[in-house]
Every structure is written in structure tokens, then in C-alpha cells.
């Protein structure tokens, strides 16, 4: 018999989400999600260029991202391919809103095991708690 591995999908593999609903405007979301300071904390440091489909650069420790879809306002897809893995993995970033609110949501697949899962859903926690703590000092965001 077969037993359930929460987060093993048959078609993306591993995968995990993490989302949390934050004190921002859905119309000032977007511009705080992808400002430098902020892709930062989710994503790394990253050379200062426009974000555009088909930006292609390396982060600090080599992993090579690629920007695969952008939909301003709503979401952005990213190949994200970690030295030594086998593949690539999909990252996808989502702001969402919620009354007066916004949800931030991280989602990655095909990861290659269940131990970057773990590691992966805790980078991601953290990165949603550093938004919240950055927002709470930001006046009338």
C-alpha cells in the first residue's frame, strides 16, 4: 500500500506554498513585492534591472533564474535552476487581495527531494515574516 507524502505531487514532484495575508493596499502590493529591497528578501540580491519575461541573471550563489511570465498586479513565474540539481525548479510569486488587504503567496515546484521541500517552505515562511515586519515600519502603506 502506497502511503500519502504531503507534497509530492505525480505530475510537479515536490512542491510546497506558503502564503499570508499582509497589511498592504492590493494597488501598492504589486510595487512593494518587486521593489529592490524587497525581492531581496524573498528572492535574493539581483542585478538592478527591470524585471521582464525573459531576464535571464544569476544570484549571488549561482543559481540562474529566468523570469518565464509577468502579469503585473497579479503574478510572476520564475525558472530557478540551483547548481548541482538536476532541473530546474518553478517559482511562482502571487499577491492577491483581500478586502483591504493583501495575500502574499510563494508556491515552487519541482523541487528535487523532500528535505529542500522542508527547506524551501521555511525560506519562504521566514521571507513572509520579514514582509510583515518591513510593512509594520513603513508609514501609511
Known amino acids: 500500500m502506497l502511503t500519502e507524502q504531503v507534497g509530492l ?8 506554498g506558503v502564503r499570508k495575508t499582509l497589511p498592504i493596499a ?22 538592478a534591472f527591470p524585471l521582464q519575461v525573459g531576464s535571464n541573471f544569476n544570484l549571488n550563489d549561482n543559481t540562474q533564474v529566468k523570469v518565464t511570465v509577468l502579469k503585473p498586479g497579479s503574478h510572476l513565474r520564475l525558472s ?4 548541482g540539481y538536476e532541473r530546474p525548479s518553478i517559482i511562482q510569486v502571487r499577491t492577491i487581495p483581500s478586502g483591504e488587504n493583501t495575500v502574499f503567496a510563494f508556491h515552487q515546484e519541482q523541487l528535487p527531494d523532500r528535505e529542500v521541500r522542508q527547506e524551501r517552505k521555511y525560506y519562504f515562511q521566514q521571507a513572509l515574516d520579514d514582509l510583515e515586519k518591513t510593512l509594520s515600519v513603513i508609514p501609511n502603506n
Open 9 to 16: 505531487t505525480a505530475d510537479s514532484g515536490w512542491q510546497v
Open 80 to 83: 530557478y535552476h540551483v547548481p
Open 26 to 47: 492590493p494597488e501598492k502590493a504589486w510595487d512593494f513585492l518587486l521593489s529592490q529591497e524587497i525581492i531581496r528578501i524573498w528572492l535574493g540580491i539581483i542585478p
